[in-house]
């Protein structure tokens, strides 16, 4: 046999996936490429790896037991660069992250500086909602976790960022009377929360009660991305992170609704198990945030600032 690492990457993406298509997008190879290489590989076995049925790609027994191995053996190929990262005095290893939808807005802005002065890190970040995020830190899968309410029920170090502001929001577009009050507003147009679990819709429906608004017309939304294009169809309103927001306001295609108990203030944090041991890796990772946070959100976030 003479397979190449490369080939057992890309089985076992494609194992992992279920699919070629899903395989080649998360290895930013072509369809085609991709099914070259699994024919070459799949060349040197007798037992088939996959079948199709329909439509459909399965990965059979045979080759759920290579693609077991695969993982592993990519690991060790992994763990033989990080210690040799490591041996040349340099930081390596895997970081990871789980953030709030919302937070991919926040998150990257500060990781580039860390990620771009240590090639050996491997960064895997998770983006999903509040309920999955928090799963993710109490299953010890993540080193660290970005959200903007803290869990009660987990004993956790904290490094605050910097604040979530949320506002009432509205699509430029969206046809109605004119010069209506923001409670109105809220009482008789179309709602738009986002699923059940996120942080957003939490904050959102608090509000409501803390002002005694109710309303039935409400549309439910499982991402911020949809979320804002509704909007800027005229769907309806919400109340929703700033964070996300730039580039749509300054095109005109949203507008803040001011209105007398926003914005909903909170903070961005991260937030790691404070029984966790954390690696090296994550421990310089901490440090570059001590050194370089203020200079990031001066240097990123100075619009954000300017909105009360």
């Known amino acids: 046999m003479n397979y190449t690492l490369n080939q057992l990457n890309i089985?076992?993406?494609i194992a992992q996936n279920q699919s070629i298509t899903k395989a080649a997008e998360e290895l930013h190879?072509?369809?085609p490429a991709v099914s070259i290489q699994l024919k070459n590989f799949q060349d040197q076995f007798s037992i088939p790896l996959t079948e199709v049925v329909g439509r459909k790609l399965y990965v059979t027994d045979f080759g759920k037991e290579i693609a077991e191995a695969a993982e592993q053996i990519l690991h060790q190929v992994q763990a033989i660069d990080y210690k040799t990262h490591a041996f040349e005095g340099h930081i390596a290893g895997r970081l990871t992250i789980s953030t709030v939808s919302t937070a991919k807005y926040?998150?990257?802005?500060?990781?580039?500086?860390?990620?771009?002065t240590n090639p050996g890190v491997d960064l895997v970040m998770d983006v999903t909602n509040k309920a999955k995020v928090i799963r993710s830190l109490e299953q010890n899968a993540v080193d660290f976790a970005l959200v903007s309410v803290l869990p009660d029920h987990l004993k956790v170090n904290r490094v605050e960022l910097m604040k979530n502001k949320l506002f009432l929001v509205g699509g430029t577009s969206r046809v109605g009377p004119k010069k209506r009050s923001a409670t109105r507003i809220l009482k008789e147009e179309p709602l738009i929360l986002r699923e059940s679990g996120s942080a957003t819709r939490n904050a959102m429906e608090s509000f409501l009660v803390s002002k005694s608004i109710q309303n039935p017309r409400k549309l439910e939304l499982t991402s911020n991305e949809a979320l804002k294009q509704a909007l800027i169809a005229g769907l309806g309103y919400s109340?929703?992170?700033?964070?996300?927001l730039k580039n749509e306001l300054k095109n005109g295609d949203l507008e803040i609704i001011p209105m007398r108990g926003l914005p909903v203030i909170t903070h961005w944090n991260l937030i790691w198990q404070k029984s966790k041991n954390l690696s090296p890796t994550a421990l310089a990772f901490l440090d570059y945030l001590a050194e370089h946070k203020d200079e990031i959100i001066a240097k990123h976030f100075d619009w954000f600032e300017k909105y009360n």
């Open 239 to 244: 109340i929703m992170p700033l964070i996300g």
């Open 29 to 31: 190879l072509t369809q």
């Open 106 to 116: 926040v998150m990257p802005y500060f990781l580039t500086g860390f990620m771009d």
């Open 11 to 13: 089985f076992y993406k």
